[in-house]
């Protein structure tokens, strides 16, 4: 039974199903969130009617992921939705339908069909999928921590197609390149995508995890503060002591921090941590920013949940340096998701949605007419997937990076949080247990493997494993003296 105190700053993914588990435990975790709904990035707002997402996911596993369970260890009520085994494909002019088991003879040939590399780079190709079906666990991507997944790619294949698809799943599935991306962690994720052919949306639209998760909490008595942004944890003697926000104080033996690395130290303050941990902090690389576009049509112009598009041979650094230095490229890689063809409950009947959305640089190196321009080239670009689209669009909502920089409170509208670099993977990234006794970060910055929201889920596990050994060392200390 959990005794103690417990408070979780905000409501992401990794805060709600640490709060989740913790309440199965006994505990009754009080829960503060920033903004007036609960999931942060990974919220759903209610808009016309509809249920739209705060950013753009779909569960890479689905039913065999971390999201599901978690759900399963604390009977949070979350199902999926699987109802089209493929997603569509679209590379540069050609376009294919791809089963997600990637694996699978047919979903290969269909794949190489629509990327059309050379034939003499299929042997290479091949073998470099045979090693990403090996990499299952994070022992077996041991030895590729620690180096860029473009130096393991170019062992295989230099094929120039090739290397643009796989950079683009990289960059769907972590928000960075290949040629910053940690090859172990990639490896891993890109096994569990190509290899479940899980993937899914919820029922109930993407908020209803979290959503779910937190009800789970609230039903054993835990409490959720919406609108209260907590602005300092207080510690005392190298050890927390609770929470300050603008309502007052509130104690607590243990405090976990949803809100990433950086900005707990900024809540806390630098001086209670050891120099080695802030400069390490200070330091670290978030994954990059992303901008949407929501439309509501009248017609159901997309006929898979997932749909991406790559311009041929896209190169995703030039297209980010260009961006640094205030250009807009003349096309950019679309991630599609069309909610309503696996979960027609998100809209009233007759509406069908469909959202856009694309990586950009972080909010504070993108003005507002820049902003205005990516997402000009999103619909675009849509538009000319979805012969029709501007004639059948009931309505439509775009959010630049800047939005998701004021949703996720960390200022710079990274997409995932701390990026899964080559340089910070591994053992070089940050636990869930800090320095100051009580204190846990939770969220995608300490979750060790995962994709995106499954990132996140991992890390409330590998954290509820933590609390748990760190308490009952507690209780044994007690009870021997």
Not at 30 to 48: L, M, P, Q, T
Not at 143 to 153: G, L, N, Q, R, T
Not at 265 to 292: C, W
Request: hydrophobic share 40%; with cysteine; glycine share 10%.
């Amino acid at each position: 039974m959990m005794e103690k105190r417990v408070i979780i700053i905000g409501t992401g993914i990794g805060g709600v199903g640490l709060a989740a588990l913790l309440a199965k435990d006994g505990a009754k975790p009080v829960v503060f969130e920033r903004n007036n709904f609960v999931g942060g990035k990974a919220g759903s707002i209610e808009h016309k009617e509809c249920l739209v997402e705060v950013g753009i996911h779909i569960s890479p596993r689905g039913e065999k992921g971390p999201l599901a369970q978690l759900a399963k260890k604390t009977d949070a009520d979350v199902k999926f939705m699987n109802k089209s085994p493929m997603f569509k494909l679209i590379y540069g002019e050609n376009e294919g339908m791809i089963y997600q088991n990637m694996m699978n003879p047919v979903s290969l040939y269909n794949m190489f069909r629509t990327i059309s590399p050379s034939i003499k780079a299929l042997p290479g190709i091949l073998r470099f999928m045979m090693l990403a079906y090996r990499i299952k666990t994070k022992e077996d991507a041991a030895k590729y921590y620690h180096i860029p997944a473009k130096s393991v790619i170019d062992k295989y294949t230099s094929d120039p197609d090739i290397h643009a698809f796989l950079n683009f799943c990289c960059v769907m599935m972590f928000c960075i390149s290949t040629e910053e991306a940690s090859a172990g962690d990639w490896l891993l994720a890109f096994n569990n995508w190509i290899t479940s052919g899980g993937t899914a949306y919820p029922k109930g639209g993407f908020g209803a995890i979290p959503n779910t998760y937190m009800k789970v909490c609230e039903d054993a008595g835990g409490e959720l503060h919406l609108n209260e942004e907590v602005n300092r944890i207080i510690t005392e003697e190298g050890t927390v002591k609770g929470v300050e926000t603008d309502k007052g104080f509130y104690p607590a033996e243990i405090v976990i921090s949803n809100a990433g690395v950086v900005k707990t130290l900024d809540m806390t303050g630098d001086q209670h941590f050891p120099d080695s941990y802030v400069e390490k902090a200070r330091n670290s690389i978030d994954s990059t920013g992303g901008a949407t576009v929501i439309f509501a049509l009248d017609a159901p112009l997309a006929k898979t949940p997932l749909n991406v598009y790559i311009p041929k041979r896209y190169d995703w650094a030039a297209t980010v340096k260009g961006l640094e230095q205030g250009r807009i490229p003349d096309d950019i890689a679309v991630f599609m998701i069309s909610p309503t063809v696996a979960e027609p409950s998100v809209a009233p009947e007759g509406l069908h949605l469909l959202l856009g959305a694309a990586g950009t640089v972080p909010a504070d190196m993108l003005d507002k007419e820049m902003n205005r321009q990516v997402m000009d080239l999103i619909e675009s670009r849509m538009e000319k997937l979805f012969p029709g689209l501007k004639e059948h669009t009931v309505w439509k909502e775009r959010h630049g990076v800047d939005f998701m920089a004021a949703v996720g409170g960390r200022g710079r509208g990274e997409v995932i949080g701390m990026a899964q670099r080559y340089d910070q993977d591994a053992d070089k990234r940050f636990s869930p247990r800090t320095p100051v006794k009580g204190l846990y970060i939770v969220g995608a910055d300490t979750g060790s493997f995962g994709i995106g929201t499954e990132l996140a889920a991992q890390s409330a596990m590998e954290t509820h494993a933590l609390i748990l050994e760190d308490t009952a060392a507690v209780h044994h200390a007690a009870s021997d003296t």
